[in-house]
């Protein structure tokens, strides 16, 4: 699976954004969809999951109401709503894609280029 993230960008403390992940894959192909972060000088973090059918996810309990995973199977594309965001959440996101739901903390199989999300305070 060929991932590609986006939505990135500059925002103050306190606002919204959405990032995209589109996924290239063959039709027949059934995958999780999750977000990961890194933020400067830490190691990458699990943030979000999703299952194929979209009808189970998981979050981390760092982003627990805040953030927000969804996919349009139609559209090959997983988003990431993050409210209320913090200057802790200026981060890299990356988008990841796993064989199950279970397995996207610890072997996602395909990763997505990131995209960088830095919120100022």
């Known amino acids: 699976v060929q991932l590609q993230a986006s939505g990135g960008g500059l925002v103050q403390a306190g606002g919204s954004l959405r990032l995209s992940c589109l996924a290239s894959?063959?039709?027949?192909?059934?995958?999780?969809m999750g977000w990961f972060r890194q933020a400067p000088g830490k190691e990458r973090e699990f943030v979000a999951a999703i299952s194929w059918s979209g009808s189970s996810t998981i979050n981390a309990d760092s982003v627990r109401g805040r953030f927000s995973i969804s996919k349009d199977n139609a559209k090959n594309t997983a988003y990431l709503q993050i409210d209320s965001l913090k200057a802790e959440d200026t981060a890299v996101y990356y988008c990841a894609a796993s064989s199950l739901l279970a397995t996207m903390k610890e072997a996602p199989h395909s990763w997505g280029q990131g995209t960088l999300v830095t919120v100022s305070s």
């Open positions: 894959a063959r039709t027949s192909s059934r995958y999780a």
